[in-house]
Each structure stands twice: as structure tokens, then as C-alpha cells.
């Protein structure tokens, strides 16, 4: 089981491992001889899951179910079958949903320290967010949904003087626009 960098993972494989069968834990990495065996979970540094978590998470596999239940039979974990066509997209979305999502709220959370003192009045906005992003049905609200184009453009305005959040916020904007809208009908 190699829980290394992906870039490390082929030259280390073949340094020292081409007579074992071996997993990788990489969500983008794909080798035939190396299987691949992602855990759809963040493991950010210095946490510790619980057991009962680890075991509810699910893998992602680029290899067929019998080499699974031939050397991996102790992981009780749901399965998602991946093709090696797939795995940089499936990667992708992970990236997207997942880090982005941190880097925006800890970004929140600084602002509301910095400007009203302190964040933990965030705290149940971010649990009704993520039920909603739990849900089944697109929960969307908020000035793009409502095509409320005079609050967009003062937000516009507000943080025309922080490029990088501006270009953000239009860039959800445009997303929203063009990539999303068969997902909110």
C-alpha cells in the first residue's frame, strides 16, 4: 500500500516494487501494474478519523472487483469503479468541491474575524449549507439565482479594488450563467 506523493509513486514502484502487487492511494494517478485505490475522504494534516468514518468513506478503484476482494477483503468500504479514462476528472471534481470549498470559507472566516470581530456566527450558516448541499433537490437562493443585478453590481464595485476576488466572484458568476443552469431548472 503506497501512501506517497503521486509524483513519487511510479520511479519508487519501480526502485523497489515490480515484483509485489501494490495500491496507490492517488485519486489522479494511473498505472497498469499499480493499482489504484483512492480514498474519497480529505486528510488534512495532523487529523485522525475515526474508525466508524473511515469505514463508511468510499474508494475509488481503477481495477476490477475481483483483484479487490482478492487482496483488500478487510475493507468492508464502498466501492466506485473508475476507468483510467476517468480518474484526472474524477479528480478534478474532488479538487473543485472539495479544496475550493475550504479555501472560500476559511477566506470567509478571516474577513469576519478581521471586520466583525470573530466567526462563530458562521457556524450554523455552514451546517444549513452543507445540508443543502446533502440534499437530493438544488437548494439555491441568493442575488444570482434572483437575478438581482443591481446587488451584483455593487458587489462589483465593492471589491473592485481586490482583482482576485472580483475575477472570483464574476467567475462563479459566468459558471453559474453558462455551465449550471440545466442542474438549477
Known amino acids: 500500500l503506497l501512501a506517497i506523493s503521486t509524483d513519487s509513486i511510479l520511479s ?26 483512492h480514498p474519497l475522504m480529505s486528510f488534512p494534516k495532523d487529523s485522525i478519523h475515526s474508525i ?47 479544496n475550493f470549498t475550504k479555501y472560500i470559507w476559511e477566506f470567509t472566516k478571516n474577513e469576519f474575524s478581521k471586520r466583525f470581530r470573530e466567526n462563530s456566527h458562521l457556524d450554523q450558516y455552514l451546517i444549513q449549507t452543507m445540508k443543502e448541499c446533502l440534499d437530493e433537490k438544488p437548494n439555491f437562493t441568493g442575488p444570482l439565482e434572483r437575478k438581482e443585478n443591481s446587488l451584483i453590481n455593487d458587489y462589483n464595485l465593492l471589491t473592485k479594488d481586490r482583482k482576485e476576488l472580483n475575477n472570483l466572484f464574476n467567475a462563479f458568476r459566468e459558471f453559474r450563467e453558462k455551465e449550471f443552469n440545466e442542474i438549477c431548472q
Open 12 to 37: 519508487f514502484y519501480e526502485r523497489n516494487l515490480t515484483d509485489k502487487v501494490c495500491f496507490h492511494f492517488s485519486g489522479s494517478f494511473y498505472h497498469e501494474d499499480i493499482f489504484g485505490l
Open 52 to 98: 466508524d468514518n473511515l469505514k463508511r468513506m468510499s474508494f475509488a478503484i481503477d481495477f476490477n472487483e475481483q483483484v479487490f476482494c482478492e487482496y483488500l477483503s478487510f475493507f468492508p468500504n464502498p466501492r466506485l469503479q473508475l476507468s483510467k479514462e476517468d480518474k484526472i476528472f474524477y479528480h478534478f471534481l474532488l479538487v473543485f468541491s472539495g
